[in-house]
């Protein structure tokens, strides 16, 4: 796409697609090459046969991947089915031949981009990367064998994906919760060609830091401390709480817990 300075100054909405290829770091310095080649034959291959013209798109190349902005006269529907579904085909011809197969990890999103002389730049560009590069999507390509994993904004899904069309449908995507650098986003996830995926479980973390001291409330009445370990036979978790418990709708107890305060006669162990 030819764009001139005024569009810096003014964002388009666009579809922006980020195309990564699975653990490129394995890949030696002669791999890596043809490999970028296999990227590109791919995406061209699909574009050429959806009818994209190659005026309505942006492409930067990436080292490991590809990033892609469409102009918003190309209808965003044409690139999440019939795209895709050729994507996926071309893959499957170039993977026959291979001992390892090329996996991708795509990211859409639509939203405002700014052209200027070196590329494209914004939020929606930020976030189709983060989608593509995002834990869980590694984690679908490896579970479930894949060598293709989308990855649609929640916007994106709400507004296209939802309605369904040509070769979209909606059934056959699961949705995840993100935790990106920008803050929590919703992601929905689709394995061309195949069912719904079952969604990885995210992995317990250990707090960084506990507490040394616990304060007291201003009135002078020491606050309740519940702080104990227990071996869950995969990773200790260590709860640090403060206050009377009073609040715990929605809580999981994994050990039996007395809730609340104990007080007078009933706190006294009879005999």
Not at 23 to 29: M, Q
Not at 219 to 233: I, V
């Amino acid at each position: 796409m030819d764009h001139d300075v005024t569009d810096v100054a003014e964002a388009r909405y666009e579809l922006v697609i980020s195309v990564d290829a699975r653990r490129s770091g394995e890949y030696d310095d002669i791999e890596k090459t043809r490999m970028r080649a296999r990227i590109y034959r791919v995406l061209e291959t699909a574009f050429t046969h959806t009818k994209v013209a190659r005026d309505s798109l942006h492409l930067e190349d990436r080292g490991d991947g590809v990033l892609v902005s469409v102009s918003g006269q190309v209808p965003v529907a044409r690139l999440l089915g019939l795209w895709m579904v050729e994507v996926h085909e071309k893959l499957r011809d170039e993977n026959r031949a291979l001992r390892v197969p090329l996996g991708l990890r795509v990211g859409m999103h639509v939203g405002p981009v700014r052209h200027d002389g070196r590329g494209i730049a914004g939020r929606a560009v930020d976030l189709a990367c983060r989608l593509a590069d995002s834990t869980v999507a590694r984690q679908l390509l490896d579970a479930e064998r894949a060598d293709l994993v989308l990855v649609v904004s929640g916007s994106l899904y709400e507004d296209v994906v939802s309605g369904g069309g040509k070769f979209i449908e909606p059934a056959r995507y699961s949705a995840a919760r993100l935790e990106l650098k920008e803050g929590p986003v919703t992601a929905w996830f689709h394995l061309p060609g195949r069912p719904a995926p079952e969604m990885p479980v995210a992995p317990v973390t250990r707090p960084d830091a506990r507490a040394d001291a616990v304060p007291t409330s201003g009135d002078g009445n020491e606050m309740a401390e519940a702080d104990r370990t227990f071996d869950s036979g995969e990773v200790d978790a260590r709860y640090h709480v403060q206050g009377d418990m009073s609040q715990h709708t929605g809580n999981v107890y994994q050990q039996p817990v007395h809730i609340g305060r104990t007080t007078g006669d009933a706190g006294r162990r009879k005999g």
